[in-house]
């Protein structure tokens, strides 16, 4: 039996026990539910996991396919290769650029870059090199071979990339074909090109201009113009580059670019406009400003064009002048012819008063210095002869030096300048117009007389001149007269001096450039030559050389008095001018003619073939050329030629000048010439040389 304390206390550890055993089921309870709420908890994040893995894997499918779709759509190519230039991937958009059916294709057909596609190897290093230096690459352009051996323009944006299974960066990028665009900016390079030849082609100025009216282009016209070239005026006011005023009011011309933007339409400059270069050169212009449309016909800009017409202009004035000075030439030769008839009664009756009145008597110096004043008329009326007359010369043989002499003093008079002259006593002769010749004298001392606006003398000079062979002279070897005008003026520049022959070009504000010219010309026209030596502060040289006659020019003898009663035959004088007849038949007379008057042609024609049917018909038949409403000398003459070959015919007229008058021998059928006015000696020296007595 157990003691009552041990089972008291035996009950006691029992009941603890069980106090034990009853927490702990509570406490198992608890972790079960705990442990089930647990797993509940477990459950619903698998699931949820599992669903956002599903998802997640969808969404990455998804995107794939997208990546997928983009990389296989793509119109660029897009690839990745290795930097040794072998294709890692590529989509078919690269395989079909380079001509190949697909990526797998072009993949296993290439294995270096460089040498398989590129035309270049070197672009490909270029482009290396760019990519290790920068990491990227944007437009980069290079030309590949397709497979078919066809090459295209590729242009290429790429970049280095490092892949976790690769120890090298690869490179990934994107291609696309540009060729056409090449092609199209090849054409536009091209047209541009041919546009800016066609710019600096044309004669023609252009500028063209932006809405703001700032130059960005100009042709070579343009530049040689306003003294701005293309790089100095883009950018530039069109108003600093293209200055222009009114050549009368001397005031700013309204910019055209300003106007054409107001107004949108083509203009034109008014005339008169006057375009002022950078250095300050002036040119007459004409122009016509347009506005540049888009195809929306919106204003992008103003295109200038313009001419330079100051040689234009020049040569309207000129024809005018000439246009002009041919109205007044007629009018002077019409002049002079009249006053030549005039003059002729007036001196053919003063010397046929002289030879009739005695030395000693008083009338005899009145009348001698009538024939003075009349010989001074005569002048002026050869003054007036030769401005109305131009073309070829009409020459003759003479001495120069009575033809420099008058011309000289004749544009002296009046000046502050004078002159002095040397020639040798032997002077050779020469053949020449001494209308022309004397103009050219004239315009040579009036540019001297110009060129010393303060007074000087003019120092002429003549001599015979030999010109041997290898002369450097223009001019063939032979015998020639020398006649060298000087001046003690400023001197022309010798920039200048070889321009100074050329039309219209002057030194002086007033001149017209024609003078010099027309000098040249004239000179030419003689076969001789002109030259011009200067040194600036002493004077300006011309030397003349003409051709010289083989013979020294015989002194003229002066028929003397005591002519009278020494001629026989009759002499036929025809002349619509009753006082020149009857000046005429009373000098004939005078010498012993007898002597018949006509009005005109038909009438000395009448008379002549009259005459040829008695014993005495005509020995001569003095004719004047120009008949005012009746048949004139050169008419009559051919059918009085028809009527007696053998006859004498004398040509007068008051154009002394007149080509007639110099060929009248050898075209004409004239036996020979005398000029109006004329004196008894010079018609009695005429009609014998004629008749050969």
């Not at 908890?41 to 969404?59: D, F, G, K, N």
């Not at 002022?276 to 800009?301: F, K, M, N, V």
């Not at 001149?511 to 001789?528: F, Q």
Request: proline share 4%.
């Amino acid at each position: 039996m157990s003691h009552p304390d041990e089972t008291g206390q035996f009950r006691k550890k029992i009941s603890i026990l069980q106090q034990k055993v009853s927490l702990l089921e509570t406490m198992v309870e608890d972790r079960t539910r705990e442990a089930y709420l647990y797993q509940v908890e477990l459950e619903r994040y698998q699931t949820q996991l599992e669903e956002l893995i599903e998802a997640r894997t969808l969404s990455l499918q998804q995107a794939e396919a997208r990546y997928r779709g983009l990389f296989e759509n793509a119109i660029e190519g897009i690839y990745q290769t290795s930097p040794t230039g072998k294709i890692l991937t590529c989509n078919p958009a690269f395989a079909r650029m380079l001509g190949y059916d697909s990526p797998s294709a072009i993949i296993n057909k290439v294995d270096d870059l460089a040498h398989d596609l590129y035309v270049n190897p070197a672009d490909r290093d270029r482009l290396l090199r760019i990519l290790h230096n920068k990491g990227k690459v944007h437009g980069f352009v290079a030309r590949l071979r397709r497979q078919d051996g066809s090459v295209i323009w590729v242009e290429s944006h790429c970049r280095l990339i490092q892949t976790a299974d690769s120890a090298e960066p690869l490179i990934e990028g994107m291609s696309i074909n540009i060729s056409r665009r090449k092609e199209a900016e090849e054409t536009l390079t091209t047209e541009k090109e041919r546009l800016a030849v066609t710019l600096q082609s044309i004669g023609d100025g252009v500028i063209c201009t932006d809405t703001e009216g700032r130059v960005t282009l100009l042709n070579l016209v343009t530049e040689n113009l306003t003294g701005w070239n293309d790089d100095e005026a883009r950018g530039l006011p069109l108003t600093e580059v293209f200055q222009i005023i009114n050549e009368q009011t001397r005031q700013p011309v309204e910019n055209p670019v300003i106007r054409v933007l107001r107004e949108g339409m083509t203009i034109g400059l008014a005339n008169h406009t006057i375009l002022i270069s950078r250095s300050g050169q002036e040119y007459a212009i004409a122009d016509s400003a347009a506005p540049i449309r888009c195809h929306t016909g919106e204003i992008l800009g103003v295109v200038l064009v313009f001419r330079d017409v100051t040689n234009q202009q020049r040569l309207e004035a000129e024809i005018q002048k000439i246009e002009k000075l041919e109205s007044v030439g007629v009018l002077a030769g019409g002049i002079a012819h009249d006053f030549n008839n005039i003059l002729t009664a007036v001196m053919g009756n003063l010397s046929l008063a002289l030879r009739l009145t005695d030395h000693d008597d008083q009338r005899h110096d009145l009348l001698a210095n009538a024939g003075k004043a009349a010989r001074r008329a005569i002048k002026l009326t050869r003054q007036l002869l030769t401005f109305a007359k131009g073309g070829e010369p009409v020459r003759e043989v003479a001495a120069i030096d009575e033809v420099i002499r008058e011309s000289a003093e004749f544009i002296l008079h009046g000046s502050n300048c004078s002159y002095s002259f040397e020639y040798p006593d032997d002077l050779w002769s020469a053949r020449f117009d001494r209308g022309q010749i004397s103009q050219v004298i004239q315009n040579l001392v009036l540019n001297a007389i110009q060129a010393m606006p303060a007074g000087g003398t003019i120092k002429i000079r003549c001599a015979n001149q030999e010109i041997e062979p290898g002369s450097a002279l223009p001019l063939p070897t032979g015998r020639y007269l020398s006649i060298s005008l000087r001046d003690n003026g400023p001197g022309i520049p010798l920039e200048q001096i070889g321009k100074i022959f050329d039309p219209y070009f002057t030194t002086k504000e007033a001149g017209n450039g024609l003078g010099l010219a027309i000098t040249h010309a004239i000179i030419k026209k003689h076969e001789g030559h002109i030259e011009a030596a200067s040194t600036l502060g002493a004077g300006v040289t011309f030397t003349i050389f003409l051709p010289a006659n083989q013979d020294t020019l015989e002194t003229k003898t002066t028929a003397q008095p005591g002519l009278e009663g020494h001629a026989s035959g009759r002499i036929l004088v025809m002349d619509n001018e009753e006082a020149v007849r009857k000046t005429c038949a009373s000098i004939l007379a005078y010498l012993g003619y007898q002597v018949e008057e006509a009005a005109d042609g038909r009438e000395a024609i009448a008379l002549y073939q009259a005459a040829l049917k008695t014993a005495t018909p005509f020995a001569a038949v003095i004719m004047d050329l120009t008949i005012p409403g009746g048949m004139g000398g050169i008419e009559a003459a051919l059918e009085l030629r028809q009527a007696d070959p053998t006859a004498i015919l004398l040509a007068s007229s008051g154009y002394s000048h007149d080509q007639v008058m110099a060929n009248c021998h050898h075209t004409y059928g004239f036996n020979g010439a005398i000029g109006k006015p004329y004196q008894v000696n010079e018609l009695a020296s005429a009609l014998r040389l004629a008749l050969g007595r």
